[in-house]
């Protein structure tokens, strides 16, 4: 017996939909664009996604670019392939934004039977400069059996 192929949203409104009480819900992450190999989205950054020190917190980049990389890994899945997992993660920042909003841009890198490399942009929308780039490897995941 095989296990049916999941069905996952495939545009950006479903993708918000279905992040609606999950973390990209409750951090406000809004996916503004999604096809194979791409996905966009924004956020309003807002007081708490900010550290105590007053700088946009990592943990909200990180959740923004892996949330993006993710969503366009499963609509960018091979033939036959039911999911995925995060097995590597990275990101260097260069900046940070404290108010307004930032958007991110994930781009697929790499795209094999058992494994894709997500490339991410992360900006401040007010100047437009880099405050992170990201970089993740996922494992693609088939059926059993």
């Not at 670019?65 to 995060?86: K, R």
């Amino acid at each position: 017996m095989t296990t049916p192929t999941p069905q996952f949203p495939t545009t950006a409104k479903e993708w918000n939909e279905r992040s609606q009480g999950r973390l990209p819900g409750h951090i406000g992450l809004v996916v503004t664009k999604i096809e194979a190999g791409l996905a966009e989205g924004r956020l309003d950054v807002l007081p708490h996604h900010l550290a105590p020190n007053g700088f946009l917190h990592a943990a909200t980049v990180i959740a923004v670019a892996d949330t993006l990389a993710g969503y366009g890994c499963t609509v960018s899945l091979p033939e036959g392939a039911n999911g995925f997992t995060t097995i590597e993660l990275k990101s260097n920042f260069l900046g940070t934004v404290r108010e307004g909003g930032m958007r991110a841009v994930a781009k697929l890198y790499h795209g094999g039977r058992t494994t894709q490399v997500w490339d991410a942009e992360v900006r401040t929308e007010a100047t437009d400069r880099v405050i992170a780039l990201f970089r993740c490897t996922q494992m693609v995941l088939y059926p059993r059996g």
